[in-house]
T-cell receptor
Framework: SQQGEEDPQALSIQEGENATMNCSYK?????LQWYRQNSGRGLVHLIL?????REKHSGRLRVTLDTSKKSSSLLITASRAADTASYFC???????????FGAGTRLFVKA | NAGVTQTPKFRVLKTGQSMTLLCAQD?????MYWYRQDPGMGLRLIHY???????AKGEVPDGYNVSRLKKQNFLLGLESAAPSQTSVYFC????????????FGQGTRLTVV
């Protein structure tokens, strides 16, 4: 079973709009990570937020973490066509030996 | 640095054939992983390794074997390929994932006919 589940499964927006994706997870985490996957490519790490952090920024990305609700959100501001990709949340399993991924959110940004 | 390199990038196999996928990383990472990704789904962990000479089963290990004879290499073997193993395979590596991210290869697209 997957550790994280993203919501929505797909999101279509206009260029310039903000995109918000959510991730819910099942067990206690040490950190939560967000990755991007362009079509036909490998995953690229975007940002990592630790369990004792509530919010983190990186350029146009803003990640929040609510450990009481076991949820995280990724906000991409002022989206661009180049942001079109699938976005995954992931976290180490309880033992910290392996990283488990959710099924992803497919984002389409229309120019 | 090359990062994580997967070989080959594409392969077509006939049912029952065997093959080995090679993953090489030059970042001196202890941890390495093999995932498979099927259409519309996320990544499912096949096997992983926490160090040279060690391997462990992930979520979907059946039909696959792995070896980690050298720290920089992680091999995924299919002894008798089946159509259900048609997928895109990704290798990744990391330091212990408790506080670090994983680095991914570009993937191997495998078709079993």
């Amino acid at each position: 079973s997957q550790q994280g589940e993203e919501d929505p499964q797909a999101l279509s927006i206009q260029e310039g709009e903000n995109a918000t994706m959510n991730c819910s997870y099942k067990t206690s985490i040490n950190n939560l990570q967000w990755y991007r996957q362009n079509s036909g490519r490998g995953l690229v790490h975007l940002i990592l937020i630790r369990s004792n952090e509530r919010e983190k920024h990186s350029g146009r990305l803003r990640v929040t973490l609510d450990t009481s609700k076991k949820s995280s959100s990724l906000l991409i501001t002022a989206s661009r066509a180049a942001d079109t990709a699938s976005y995954f949340c992931a976290s180490p399993n309880t033992g910290g030996f392996k990283t488990i991924f959710g099924a992803g959110t497919r984002l389409f940004v229309k120019a | 640095n090359a990062g994580v390199t997967q070989t080959p990038k594409f392969r077509v196999l006939k049912t029952g054939q065997s093959m080995t996928l090679l993953c090489a990383q030059d970042m001196n990472h202890e941890y390495m992983y093999w995932y498979r990704q099927d259409p519309g789904m996320g990544l499912r962990l096949i096997h992983y390794s926490v160090g040279e000479g060690t391997t462990a089963k992930g979520e979907v290990p059946d039909g696959y074997n792995v070896s980690r004879l050298k720290k920089q290499n992680f091999l995924l073997g299919l002894e008798s390929a089946a159509p259900s193993q048609t997928s895109v395979y990704f290798c990744a590596s990391s330091y212990p994932p408790r506080n670090t991210e994983a680095f991914f290869g570009q993937g191997t697209r495998l078709t079993v006919v």
